[in-house]
């Protein structure tokens, strides 16, 4: 035994001292450079501010996790539904995934280790706390981009009425999509964007109903869907686009106040629990409130009396 930890002292020793004159003697940059006659200038490192540490980290962390290609097609389409069109987006959301799930269980791990709870129920615990860390990036993707599409949906009435506008004043349909994306920039910044990105696609030289469908590919809304399709059929069989536009804006004009009539009629039913915890009990105690005190004060030293 003490030969083996002599031995290993010694190699820990030998090591150290071998780095050591590596850093401080050997110097093979100077010796290439006297050798070739080429200075060679070393490029000045700009340090990471800390804000992009954790970026950094978060992105290496997805580089090392494997991806499926198939899975990552499916996962950028979300993304690209949420808005993020980062083309390191996929490995940012796996190195989330990664970083969360070795995390959140290790901080669980400490708090409920020292505690008094069940062996049993503290595995419970690690575990949901490691699919809650590797499912959460998941499910706040699916938020916004539930998020982005309702703005889609809700900013879509406006930007059609406008392209109406656009259109009949005399605008092609390109020129009045970038028109409505400048108008509505402020107001409506999601469903401009998707604009602008048509746009683009028609300046890269793609066809106008291509860059349609992907229009609708990318936002995956059901309104927006109805209006690419509109749009392609007024293209494909030479019928006015004006016409068609207004046709449709109609339509959607009657489907939202469809929709505003049955929130409407749904809000009555909604407002049962509200007034039942909210507004009953504050009503009793102002009605019945006076009167309990009353017979408490009263009533009570009678009946004791008796």
């Known amino acids: 035994m003490s030969i083996l930890l002599s031995f290993l002292i010694f190699v820990l020793v030998a090591g150290v001292a071998a780095l050591a004159g590596m850093r401080l003697y050997v110097r093979p940059k100077e010796a290439i450079e006297r050798v070739t006659g080429v200075v060679r200038v070393e ?3 700009v340090p990471l501010h800390p804000s992009l540490v954790f970026h950094e980290l978060v992105k290496k962390l997805g580089t090392m996790m494997p991806v499926n290609p198939r899975d990552a097609g499916v996962v950028q389409k979300r993304l690209i539904r ?3 069109r980062n083309p390191n987006a996929v490995r940012y959301l796996y190195g989330a995934k990664a970083l969360f799930g070795i995390t959140l269980p290790l901080v669980v791990s400490m708090f409920v280790l020292g505690s008094d709870s069940d062996p049993v129920n503290k595995a419970l615990y690690v575990l949901a706390a490691g699919a809650a860390g590797f499912l959460g990036p998941n499910e706040y993707l699916n938020r916004k981009a539930k998020h982005r599409q309702h703005e889609i949906r809700r ?5 059609l009425d406008l392209l109406v506008v656009c259109v009949e004043s005399g605008l092609g ?5 970038v028109q409505v994306a400048k108008d509505l ?3 409506h910044p999601e469903i401009t ?3 602008a990105m048509v746009n683009y696609e028609l300046k890269a030289g793609n066809r106008r109903i291509d860059s349609l469908r992907n229009l609708a590919e990318r936002t995956n809304v059901e309104d927006l869907k109805k209006l690419v399709a509109v749009l392609i059929q007024a293209d494909r069989f030479g019928t006015g686009v004006a016409q068609s536009l207004r046709a449709h804006a109609e339509f959607m004009r009657v489907q939202a106040r469809q929709i505003a ?3 409407a009629a749904k809000l009555g039913v909604k407002l049962v629990f509200p007034i039942f915890f909210c507004i009953l009990p ?3 105690v102002v009605t019945v409130g006076p009167m309990a005190v009353k017979i408490v004060r009263d009533l009570v030293p009678m009946m004791n009396s008796m």
């Open 155 to 159: 900013g879509l009435p406006n930007a």
């Open 82 to 84: 949420a808005g993020i």
């Open 43 to 45: 490029e000045e490192h």
């Open 185 to 187: 920039e402020e107001a």
């Open 193 to 195: 964007e998707e604009f």
């Open 261 to 263: 009539e049955e929130k």
């Open 173 to 177: 349909l390109d020129q009045a999509m």
């Open 282 to 284: 504050s009503l009793f």
